[in-house]
């Protein structure tokens, strides 16, 4: 049995310990909700600080089923397997391993828990160990974790896909490449996962 898989949920636990007093849900890795449509000016004042993202994409198949926010091609130049995908609580999740290397992993979670999409992550970036915004492929993304694991393989990603969702990527690679900088592997992950969804 993967040793990783057996992992992940306690971080999850710790993750959503440390967000709870804040009344928002972080992600499996972490954290974002709903729709297959665009932004809502409604939902969103004046104050709030996430970026808007450029174009909704298609969001209604990751909605359900988290192994939808990555295609074959994707998989491919990744290196990737097929996804396993499992409920949470958060919303669906997905477990993508390396094919050369099982012990490389990305657990992927559209958390529909959430409905402000980005918002949500900025607003409860105090709990975080580390928050970066930058983008991938035109979307806004952050780089943001509870724990800072970014030295052992370990790198979390959010990616909004509708100004009301967004997508937590989180990167576990115990060897090569990937393992020294995990964080580059979760934004190529980020950039295959919106030319995915942009074709929907």
């Known amino acids: ?15 959503l310990a440390v967000a709870g007093c804040s009344g928002k849900t ?30 909704p994409l298609k969001t209604a198949n990751i909605t359900s089923d988290a192994c939808a926010t990555i295609n ?6 990744l290196g990737l397997g ?9 919303g669906p999740s997905c477990t993508f391993q390396e094919a050369a290397d099982p012990g490389n992993q990305i657990d992927v ?41 970014r030295k052992k393989g370990k790198c979390g990603l959010f990616v909004g896909v509708t100004d009301e969702l967004a997508v937590n990527v989180l990167v ?14 979760a934004q190529k992950f980020g950039e295959a996962m919106i030319q995915t969804l942009k074709v929907g």
């Open 82 to 90: 097929d996804g396993s995908p499992r409920s949470t609580a958060n």
């Open 72 to 77: 074959a091609d994707g998989r491919s130049a």
């Open 1 to 15: 049995m993967n040793r990783r898989l057996l992992a992940v949920p306690a971080l999850v636990f710790a993750v």
């Open 109 to 149: 979670t559209t958390v529909t828990a959430n409905k402000n999409g980005l918002q949500d992550v900025y607003d409860t970036k105090a709990n975080d160990a580390y928050f970066e915004e930058t983008q991938a492929g035109g979307y806004p993304v952050v780089y943001a974790a509870a724990l800072d694991d």
């Open 172 to 185: 576990q690679y115990d060897n090569g490449a990937g393992a020294s900088d995990p964080c580059s592997v």
């Open 26 to 55: 972080r992600g499996t890795a972490n954290p974002e909700p709903t729709a297959a449509s665009g932004g809502s000016e409604t939902s969103r004042s004046a104050a709030d600080s996430a970026p808007r993202v450029p174009e």
